[in-house]
Each structure stands twice: as C-alpha cells, then as structure tokens.
C-alpha cells in the first residue's frame, strides 16, 4: 500500500474544529518552513485563505486537493505569535482558523499582497509658497499652509495639530498648492519633549519597571489622576531605549487620539495607532509595519492585543479592568489574559494599570502571583473631589435631575467651571407608553410571550430603537391597543437630558457624547476640542468614565445610581463601584476642586456609604470575600454554552444532549458543577430564543478536561445543526 503523501496541514477561517490537508502548491514541498504562511487554497467551488499550521502525512491519499500559492515570500506568523494563538485556539476551544483570521486585519484575511509601510506626510508645492499669501486669512487651508511652510507635516501630526485638515489638504491639492507623498516610516520621528519630573510614588513604580526582568506581571493602581500614563511614559522610553518594541492597549477608541497626541509629543519616535476607527488598508499598515519591526510603539483597542511583536520589550493594559477587553462575539478572548499569555511567551513585562482594578486582577496581586504598585496621591496640585450623595426620594424631578443639582450646575457654570452629567443610557427615554391603557412599545424581534423587551426612544420620541438587535421603527400616531393619543416617553435618556440642560442653560453650551455623537472618525476628540476649557455642560454615557483628562471639569452629577444597585449579574456591584470611582475621578482633576453628586432612591445603600468610607478597597475585599463564600470567579473558573434557535425547544434540546456529554465527560470528577439549561436574562434577541448552560469548577483543569473530552461529540449531536451555539470561556456578561 503506497505511503500517504506528505501534505500541507491548513486552519481555514470556518466553523469547524480541525486542520485541512492540502497538497503544497506546484514547485513546492510540503515541509515545516512553510508553517505559519498564509496560503491560498480551493474549498468547495470557491477560494479560500488560510494558514499553513503544519505538514505531515495526509489523513487518506486520495482525493486531496492542490494549494494554489503562497502569497507571502515570508510566513506572517512565527515564533511566539504563532505558538500564542495556538494556545488561545486551545483555551477557547475555538477553530483554530477562525482564531488566526481574528488575529488578522481584515485586508489580509485574503491572499491580497502586504501593504507598503511607508509613511505619508504633506508638502506645500512651489505654486502653494508663492500663492499661500492669497488665501483667507485665518481660513483652515491658510493655516494649513502656513504648517506646510516649515517643512513636511506627517498625516499623524497633523490629526493631532489641526482640526478638519483633511478638508484643508484636499482644498490645497485642487489648486496645486500641496501634494501627499510617501516618506520613510523612521524619518517621521518627532522631537521628544520633556514631560514633569515624576513625584516619589510615580518614580518607585518607575524604578521597579526598570529593574523587571523576563515576564513580569505588575498592577498599577493609582486613584484616578495620579499620573499612571507618565508612569507608562517612562516605561516605554526604557523600552525603546533598549531597542524594544511596546504595545499599549486602551480601552476605547476615544482614549486612542488623546493617549497618541501624548505619547507623539514625549517619545522621539513615530506611534501607530490601531482600532476599528481606522479604515482595513490602514490597520494592514500598522500590523504589517510591527510585523517588519518599523513600529516600534503601538497603541490601541482589543483587537491590537494580536500585533507581531518580533522585538517585544513592554505591554501596557490600561484601564485593565474595562469590559470592553473582552470579545463577546465570533472568538471569545479577553485582550487583557492573552496580553498576559504573551508577556510570559515574550519574557516581557505586562503593565496592567487602573484606578479600580478588577477582582481577577486583584486577587492575582494579593496572591502574590503579579506585582502590586500604589499611586495613592493626585499628581501636581490636584485634590480628590469630595464625594455627596443626594436622596431623591419625594423630591420633584426634571428630566431625572433634582433642584439642588440644578442650582449647582448653575453655580458652577458662573464659576467659569464645567459641569459632567453622567447617565449611562443614551437615547430620549427608555420606554414609550400609553398613559390610558398602559402598552407600551415592545421590539417585535427581541420580545416573547413572557418577556417584553421596550425599544428605546430616540430623536425627541420620533423614533423607537431596539439597542438589543437594532430594529427601528416610527412613532406610532396613537396607541395601537386602545387608539388613544397620550403616547408619554418614560425614564431619562442622554437626550432627555441634553434637551432640558440647553433649555434651563441657554447661554452656555451643552454637548452629547454618548454612541450616537461619537460614530464619526475622532468624534469624541471634536466634540471635546469644540468645549474646550470654556464653561459648559457635558451630557454623557459611560464613555466619558475612561481615563478623559478634562482640567476644567469641577463638577460631575452620577443620574441613575439605583440601577446597579439591584441586579441578577454577581459582577454588578464590581462595575458599579467601578463605574462611580471613575467618573467621580473626572472632576477636579487640575487646581481646581471637583465634587461628586450621587442621585439616588437607596441614600442608606452598603455599597454607596462603602465606597465613600473605604474607597475601592474596603469594597474589594468585602466583595471578594462573598465571591469567595458563593463559589464565584476568582474563587471558581467558569464556562457558559450559549444556544440560540428559532423555537425555544431546539436551543433547550441542544443544551440537555450537549448537558448530557460533559456529564458523562466529567466521569466521577465532582468539581465540575453543571446549571441549566436554562433560559437566559434576555430570553430573545434578534428573533431567536436563548438558553443557556453554565459550567463551573473549582479548578481550571478539570473544566477544560472535561469541555475537551466532550466537545467533539457535540458538535456531532443532529440538535447542533438546528441551533446556532456558542462556547464562552471565562464569561464576563452572563446576559
């Protein structure tokens, strides 16, 4: 019997667990020098592109298909990269295909060839020198000109320089009067600048950086202005000093244009930026550009946590505990653990920074497992605000906000101050409701019999949005059940709020920054350059608690406390004392003070006195000690298999069959506990009914024994291909 052939072992980006052999392309043999190459192969009638994970003999000689080529004369993955995304493919129990193509910008998920990784600045032309003096004074492309004067202005200082450039730019170019050319990537290095001399506390957390050697985990927790990015400043210095690369990853794009003007205006060299705010062939530059080691400092979202770092040096996580670090979607990672994964493949240290950082992290710290360093104190001359909570209870209300709070918003304009109203609920009004008979407007897509779920408000209540799937629909007219005309939205959104504040406060600006003003490329950045340091009123959701810093800002006005404060997620009153400390930490933060109102119905709240007695801490521990007492993570490692299916009885029958394996999988192991099925907190979304199956052990090895002795019986079950099914390990969100 002839000797199966020797084949190329290729991940493809589909749903299906396992590697797919492939003849090597013509001229070619199939060895392990092409391991990690993007390949390009025929599956099924169409064309497809994967990732060459190894070569060996075939499974069966016959039959097999020929690759097409090999679009790349180097592999794109190697070394640590490539062993750290087999261990994720691994822990998430995830097709590896579809971990690699998740590690890859968008534009590179096909055989398109690699992009240049040049940089592009603008020039003014010889008709721009002699014709700038004829264009209107103090006009974006006269002020754009007058830049383009001194010399050639890269693209990233000019985002960071001047507003509305790109306009200006293309303004300029119709005339003749500048052009974009491409310009090596390490002539763009900017002048370093000399940043404040860091105080005691910022320069022992420096010295202990400086002094790590190999992987070193070490939690940075400083009270919210503390100065922990000048600590991350001087940390990438050392790092690049010594030749390295860096990688920092923020939570939010927003922060991304803020933390890039900063590190420009220190570091001596280019900083890349990398976020889905970025169109495909843009982030292909940046990935590629760390790939090649030309990028020598990278910053950005989630994603960014898979940039190839072949001369690794520092990772920074900042903002370490944020939610947003977690994929909820399609591969199911967390950014900050696999930073971590990586530090410890790079020999590396991982600098995990926040002013409230989670219980996971926490408890590692304590454990002894991580290093813990302490910002106790502001930086400069800036005070921690001091902190009131306000009961409402029997007082009258406008739009959510009480007299008192008015006044003060009033008192701290005159001031010359700014004023934070935080209400993490955009839209008008979360319900619309008939006043008569007391329907109320329910998303055809994500409601069932037993549970209604309300479309949210928008537009000034002409609009009704389900945030859940996304469904839109008109106002109607009348009430559809008993045709009358009292329609009355109810609850508080952001534009309920913003529409009082501008109308009580005319003469002062009022501005919305919550998902729907934000979308726009650098939003966020525009919308807080057009307030400036003026007096004015920022009405905003959660992303205005991440790390902003706004020296002006004297007053912050939490509306909407209570919701937290009763919830079925055991995470609620981690991201709710989270959610208070950070957004109470955007007041006050230069040399004038803040102060914090907390509205609520609950002024006798545990948490709340907690938080104003103890701090983060004294919660902390409270919290962790009936984490502990419950059997919740830390203390436990948990799974959940989600399943979702046009009939509720399909999604319930893949959970009992797939209940079943792991049981029998478990063998007389006792630590895996199983719950469920059961339906989850949303029962429906997007027209399918959820169930859901949670696995929890005390020791991580045995849940992952267990999921790995019964996954491929799962995906063999008759209910599977009726359901759309998901496995999420180490669950953040149990909705």
């Not at 020296?551 to 079925?568: A, C, I, K």
């Amino acid at each position: 019997m002839p000797a199966a052939p020797v084949c190329l072992q290729v991940a493809l980006p589909v749903p299906l667990p396992r590697l797919f052999d492939y003849l090597p392309p013509e001229g070619l043999e199939a060895t392990s020098a092409l391991v990690g190459h993007r390949v390009r192969v025929p599956f099924g009638n169409r064309e497809l592109a994967g990732v060459v994970l190894g070569a060996g003999p075939a499974e069966t000689g016959t039959g097999l298909r020929q690759a097409i080529d090999l679009p790349d004369p180097e592999p794109l993955f190697t070394g640590e990269l490539l062993d750290s995304l087999r261990w994720l493919a691994r822990y998430s129990h995830a097709p590896a295909g579809e971990v690699f193509a998740t590690a890859l910008p968008a534009a590179l998920r096909g055989a398109d060839p690699l992009p240049d990784t040049h940089a592009w600045a603008w020039v003014l032309t010889e008709a721009g020198a002699t014709g700038r003096e004829g264009l209107r004074r103090n006009s974006r492309p006269q002020r754009l000109a007058a830049l383009l004067a001194e010399g050639p202005c890269l693209e990233d200082r000019l985002d960071s320089t001047l507003e509305g450039w790109r306009e200006a730019a293309r303004a300029l170019a119709r005339r003749g009067y500048a052009e974009r050319v491409a310009v090596p990537a390490h002539a763009t290095a900017p002048a370093p600048q000399p940043g404040p001399t860091p105080n005691d506390e910022q320069q022992a957390a420096i010295d202990v950086l400086r002094a790590a050697e190999g992987f070193t985990p070490v939690v940075l927790e400083g009270v919210t202005g503390s100065g922990k990015t000048e600590v991350y400043l001087h940390a990438i210095a050392d790092c690049l000093a010594r030749g390295r690369q860096a990688l920092v990853l923020v939570p939010e794009i927003g922060l991304t244009p803020q933390t890039l003007a900063r590190f420009r205006a220190r570091l001596g060299v280019p900083v890349h930026a990398l976020h889905s705010g970025l169109n495909d062939n843009e982030r292909a530059r940046v990935w590629v550009a760390a790939w090649r080691g030309e990028a020598r400092v990278i910053v950005g979202t989630r994603s960014a946590v898979f940039t190839p770092l072949p001369e690794a040096g520092l990772i920074v996580v900042d903002e370490e505990h944020d939610g947003s670090y977690k994929q909820q979607d399609g591969i199911r990672y967390h950014a900050r653990d696999f930073a971590l994964v990586r530090g410890k493949a790079l020999g590396v240290p991982v600098l995990l920074g926040s002013a409230t950082p989670s219980l996971e992290t926490l408890h590692n710290a304590r454990a002894g497992r991580y290093a813990h360093l302490r910002l106790r104190q502001r930086a400069g001359d800036a005070r921690p605000p001091a902190v009131r909570i306000l009961d409402v209870r029997k007082r009258p209300l406008q739009a959510g906000l009480a007299p008192e709070v008015l006044d003060m918003i009033g008192a701290a304009l005159r001031d010359g101050g700014q004023v934070l109203v935080f209400k993490n609920r955009r839209g008008y009004a979360p319900v619309l409701l008939c006043h008569d008979c007391g329907w109320s407007a329910h998303c055809p897509r994500c409601s069932s019999a037993l549970q209604g779920t309300p479309m949210t408000v928008h537009a000034g209540g002409g609009r009704l949005v389900c945030h859940h799937c996304g469904h839109r629909q008109a106002r109607p007219p009348a009430c559809p059940d008993c045709a009358s005309l009292a329609l009355q939205p109810q609850g508080i959104g952001t534009e309920r709020l913003e529409e009082l504040l501008a109308e009580r406060f005319a003469d002062w600006p009022v501005l919305r920054i919550d998902r729907g003003t934000t979308a726009r490329r650098d939003g966020l950045q525009k919308l807080l350059a057009e307030l400036g340091e003026r007096p004015g009123i920022l009405v905003g959701t959660q992303i205005l608690a991440k790390g902003h810093d706004l020296p002006n800002l004297t007053r912050v006005v939490v509306v909407g406390v209570d919701e937290g404060l009763f919830s079925s997620d055991f995470r609620a009153g981690e991201k709710l004392a989270q959610l208070l400390i950070q957004v109470a930490g955007r007041a006050g933060r230069a040399r004038r003070p803040g102060e914090v109102w907390w509205q609520t119905h609950h002024p006798e709240h545990p948490l709340l006195h907690g938080l104003i007695r103890g701090g983060y801490d004294s919660f902390a521990d409270e919290e962790l000690a009936l984490r502990e007492a419950a059997g919740f993570p830390p203390f436990a490692h948990l799974a959940l298999l989600r399943a979702e299916a046009q009939q509720a009885d399909a999604a319930g029958a893949f959970l009992l069959a797939a209940k079943s394996l792991l049981r029998n999988a478990s063998g007389a192991d006792a630590t895996l506990e199983l719950h469920g099925p059961i339906t989850a907190p949303m029962a429906r979304r997007a027209g399918l009914y959820r169930m859901q199956l949670l696995l929890s052990a005390s020791a991580r090895r045995a849940l992952h024994a267990s999921l790995d002795a019964a996954l491929p019986a799962i995906h063999a079950l008759p209910e599977a291909r009726r359901t759309r099914w998901s496995l999420d390990i180490d669950p953040v969100d149990l909705y």
